[in-house]
């Protein structure tokens, strides 16, 4: 990865980060005509996998990309799992103290669920491109 295309990645993964928290933390009206749910799943937590589902490739390739041994790039997926849900408890810990916003634990279940799917599937493609 060339310099240049490392501050993109760490320009894209702050434009990211900054528009989750304002999905998080904005105060939206609620007079939209949103349905429920979608397939029998609320409409919130879908919104919430979608939100977090690229933060482990953002991630990532913000601090240097897949390069090196296979344990590196099992490493660097495994922290930046931990470092989303960090991001996610910590979203879901503010609303908590926002008085037009509420904490869920399930939004947090849906975040972390969008982080592992994500995670494992970017170690599964890495790990498939370092083997050819």
């Not at 409409?43 to 041994?69: E, N």
Request: net charge positive.
């Amino acid at each position: 990865m060339t310099r240049r295309q490392l501050i993109r990645a760490r320009i894209l993964f702050a434009v990211y980060l900054a528009a989750v928290a304002f999905l998080c933390f904005g105060q939206f009206s609620s007079s939209q005509d949103v349905p429920t749910d979608l397939w029998g799943i609320p409409t919130d937590k879908v919104v919430h996998f979608l939100m977090f589902f690229p933060f482990p490739l953002l991630a990532c390739l913000a601090f240097g990309g897949y390069r090196g041994k296979p344990g590196q790039a099992v490493l660097k997926t495994v922290l930046a799992f931990l470092a989303g849900c960090a991001f996610a408890a910590g979203t879901e810990w503010v609303q908590t103290r926002l008085p037009y916003r509420s904490g869920d634990p399930v939004d947090f279940q849906a975040d972390a669920l969008a982080l592992l799917l994500s995670s494992v599937i970017v170690l599964l493609l890495v790990l498939v491109k370092h083997r050819k």
